[in-house]
């Protein structure tokens, strides 16, 4: 376990940022000048520090190492992968094709309406399709894996010219779908759910989505605990990227999804999303999953909604103001018309 974490902050966009970043006032993001940022957090598990990049040469040894070796992760170009683009916004389009998913059940469960919105979620602008056939909501079973075939094959079939996510946690569905052309695999379990899982990520070298949950969804959200959130994550990122490595996965095509709603309360939630920017440290692009999610109805009150886009499109605006690079959401036109107008007034 480490005992140091680095986490930029102060951030400025657009053109201020780009002249900052000449000047050298400012480190650019992912490579990008339009947005960088000028002082780090420094946290331990006992203190904060917020020091400018400037005094960073001035830090103890040992720490100075530290933090420098993650400022290459935070600063470096992130590489494409699975047709997605990491310097700017991409949006990952949900497409449930079940029964009893926590906002959608039932929509879009039969060929046609599946197919249909898997059209209307690419003409509004997303950049790939995260097919499921599994709930995973707080509370949800499991269903067997020919079950779970049998709702998305059909439609796999239809969408091979699309740029796809496979949303399961069984090895045998991943490996049906990446025969199938689908371009990411998106495991809700951190590939803890099915221990073959490995095997077949390295058998055909497929990108995917490494996310952390703990408990799993018939337990999850019972009184979840962590000793702090943020670096209990962290940590479990670290060592599982780690293990992967060791066990056979020799590349860097992985997206970390720190699982808001999985196995955290309304104040881990919070908590993960404002220190959203400290996972930028070890080096691989980030997802959000917040579409609708539970969270905003407990901040919300009496103005929660169904679809919930109000509190969607705040909470994905602030997500892109921290470099997080992919947002998974159910209302792609909303969001994307918002990303739109966000990066107009930030770029103008």
Known sequence: ????????????????????????????????????????KIIS????????????????????????????????????????????????????????????GGKFNNLNSGYNQALKLCKSGARIIDVGGESTRPGSKTIDASKEWS??????????????????????????????????????????????????????????VLQHSQGDPQNMQKNPKYQNVILDIYDYFEKKIKFLKQNGINHNNIILDPGIGFGKNLKHNLSILKNISLYHSLGFPILLGISRKRFIKEISGINDSMERIGGTVSSSLFAIMRGVQILRVHDVNEIKQSVKVFDKLLNS
Not at 23 to 36: C, V
Not at 60 to 87: A, G, M, W
Not at 158 to 180: A, H, P, V, Y
């Open 45 to 104: 598990r006992n203190s904060e520090k917020i020091i400018s990049i400037k005094k960073i040469d001035s830090l103890p040894e040992k720490i100075k190492i530290q933090i420098k070796n993650d400022l290459k992760n935070i600063i470096k170009k992130k590489k494409n992968f699975s047709n997605l683009k990491f310097n700017e916004t991409n949006i990952m389009g949900v497409l449930n094709l079940t029964p009893d998913s926590f906002s959608d």
């Open 151 to 208: 709702r998305i094959s059909k439609i796999l079939d239809k969408l091979k010219k699309f740029n796809t996510s496979l949303d399961t946690r069984k090895s045998i569905i991943m490996e049906k779908g990446i025969k199938k052309k689908v371009n990411l695999i998106n495991d809700v379990s951190g590939l803890e759910f099915d221990q073959n899982s490995i095997k077949i990520l390295i058998k055909y070298k497929t990108p995917f």
């Open 1 to 40: 376990m480490r005992r140091y974490y680095t986490s930029a902050c102060n951030f400025y966009y657009g053109k201020y940022s780009k002249f900052l970043v000449n000047k050298r006032e400012t480190l650019p993001l992912h490579g990008k000048n339009n947005i960088s940022f000028s002082h780090i």
